[in-house]
């Protein structure tokens, strides 16, 4: 048995088999997995179970074959918590399916994974696909919502009515309409993670203070979303320093709000 490890290692099995699971024995079974899988994928799980390192799961192997890394592989265990083992057929194939039906590439799948391994924690059914749904419901395009699911997976997980109707209400009230909102939900889907009372409200009511419109503080969120992300001791100190040499505008503020620190202080101060 200890032969044929060593000898596994170097080789490619046929049609991309890699091994389900190791048992205590040695024994392995093979499956086939749903993308095609590289011969350094394989080589990779090979040298791991032969290494005498702790035993592959199902679900383990399944995601180095579909091509996440040892060190991606980590985070997801260490982000889910203990006993990372969800089954692969009635959880974490479906899943997976289902992003790449909603249009996401194997890439950006690897990295939702990654940041948001609840995602096999989630009831498919009940809660992402209605959340999918729901985001082409209030305006997003199909090309949209893949992207914005990339970008913030944990957006599947959110309550609609404590976090994404709140957030597309306001900036409704705010002034923007839905091609509006969608174009800024779609740059920037973590604004669904910040919180209405105590981070996106006192940022406009600051720039309202400054002498901004409604109309202008709803450009700044159209066409500078980003900027809304950083927090709002930065958004004062950098209006504030642009209001004294005479720069305060939309424009001027949203580029100053994406510089870095010693861009801003090279141009600024």
């Known amino acids: 048995a200890a032969a044929l490890l060593s000898l596994w290692g170097g080789l490619l099995l046929p049609h991309g088999w ?3 699971a190791w048992t205590a024995r040695g ?8 993308p095609p899988v590289a011969r350094s994928c394989s080589q990779r799980i090979a ?31 260490a982000r889910y918590g203990k006993d990372f083992n969800p089954n692969v057929e009635g959880i974490v194939k479906p899943k997976l399916n289902w992003l790449t039906d909603l249009g996401l590439t194997d890439l950006q799948i690897q990295k939702a994974v990654v940041a948001y391994p609840q995602l096999f924690r989630d009831d498919l059914e009940n809660k992402l696909k209605p959340r999918a749904q729901w985001l082409l419901d209030v305006g997003m395009d199909k ?11 944990q957006i599947c997980s959110y309550s609609r009515e404590l976090k ?3 957030l597309v209400h306001w900036l409704s009230e705010l002034g ?15 604004l669904f993670g910040y919180s209405l009372e105590a981070n996106l409200k006192p940022k406009v009511q600051f720039l309202g203070e400054r002498g901004f419109t409604q109309a202008q503080i709803a450009s700044i969120f159209t066409t500078y979303p980003v900027s809304m992300g950083f927090s709002l001791k ?11 040499q005479g720069f305060l505008t939309e424009s001027s503020l949203g580029t100053a709000m994406k510089m870095t620190d010693a861009q801003f202080t090279a141009r600024f101060e």
């Open 143 to 153: 090309s949209q919502v893949p992207k914005m699911i990339a970008r913030f997976p």
């Open 47 to 77: 040298r791991r179970c032969s290494s005498g390192a702790e035993t592959l799961t199902h679900a383990e192997a399944y995601l180095l074959s579909w091509g996440l890394s040892e060190e991606q592989l980590s985070k997801v265990k």
């Open 234 to 244: 930065r958004l004062t100190r950098r209006a504030s320093i642009l209001e004294t």
């Open 27 to 34: 024994e392995v079974g093979f499956r086939l997995p749903g």
């Open 164 to 166: 994404l109707k709140p």
């Open 176 to 190: 923007l309409d839905k091609s509006h909102i969608a174009k800024v939900l779609s740059n920037k889907p973590q």
């Open 18 to 20: 890699v091994p389900a």
